[in-house]
């Protein structure tokens, strides 16, 4: 990772495998060395990938072509135990000046229940390397909570069948918390991250 904010790379292939099956070859390269960037326009109950993870513990290096990343990420997201959380991604594409949206988008209603499912992209990506996954499981993201990983090399690559993708997209991740009563936290958090989509 990098210096600062650093993450969810993974989950990005989790957009475009979904349903997917074999076809053409992509990777997505990063464009930003800190890997993740603000939403646009995002009021202030929104945070940024900073209100969700404490990364001063760890690094996430890029050269562009692949990422590595190594380290603590601890979570620093107000929310309370017991909460659903809710993460959306979204792929938008650059085109014309503007972002544009595209197909790929997905919604898990329910991420503490699919943190550590292996048959999830965000395992194979990401939570598969956290060693200390025995005791912070119960955890999913409380705050305090602390990931410890095993260095892991980030290559997101992904497959779609259909029309083509290439060029600068962005893939957009959106996390809601709702406590009991369903009722929405206070704060959200919305990050993105740019890159250029390739074909292989
Ligand atoms: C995230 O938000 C914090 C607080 O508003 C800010 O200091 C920081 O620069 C923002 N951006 C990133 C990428 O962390
Ligand atoms: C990660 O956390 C563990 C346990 O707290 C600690 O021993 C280790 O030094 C941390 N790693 C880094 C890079 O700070
Ligand atoms: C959100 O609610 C908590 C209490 O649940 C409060 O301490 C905090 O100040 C509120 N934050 C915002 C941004 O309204």
Redesign the pocket.
Known sequence: MWSTPKFVCQLLILILLEGQSSAIKYKFNPENEDIFTDCPNKPSNVLNVSGLFDTS???FKTDFVSVRF???LTCVWNIQPGDRIQVSFVLNRFDRGTWQPTVFSIMVPDLCSALYDEEQYWYKYWSKYIINKEQVKDKCILPGT?F?HETFDLDILFETQGFPLNGQHKLVHIFKAFGANGVERNTSICFEIIGEIQRL
């Open positions: 513990e760890s690094t190594s380290g603590n602390k410890i």
